[in-house]
């Protein structure tokens, strides 16, 4: 039997550490994963966005949120202000005059490009957020 004074000093930090280092590691895995999965339905709305000049190309966005849990987000892709014209063309309007008549002046057929886009990507994009899910973890548990 060993007879020496063995003294451990940090044991508060390091519990804290540990509590803490895996939430921080599971929601910096997710933000990670949920941008590589955003990217690929992003690029594919992108690619099928029927107007390549104007404000409605340069409005397409990705908003990210992890939740309060950490233990979760959700990505959400759209044309921000610009979001009502995507609107119009993938689901057509009628466009109606002013007035004091207000007749309708014609109607403007559907263009489905978001709802397409989501469907042709989804796997790919499953793919992209577990794979970087899964990468991003293993690289913070070899880090520490």
Known sequence: ???ELITITGVEEVQKMLAEAPRVAVANGFLK???AGAQVIQEAVAARTPVDTGKMR????TDITIDSSLRGGHAAIGFGKEGHKANFVEYGHR???HKPNKKEIGTVAPH???RPAAAVSADA???AFGDTLVATLR???LDD
């Open 1 to 3: 039997m060993i007879n």
């Open 33 to 35: 994963a949920l941008q």
């Open 58 to 61: 340069d409005a397409l966005l």
């Open 95 to 97: 466009m109606i005059g």
């Open 112 to 114: 489905p490009f978001m």
């Open 125 to 127: 994009a499953i793919e």
């Open 139 to 141: 690289g913070n548990l």
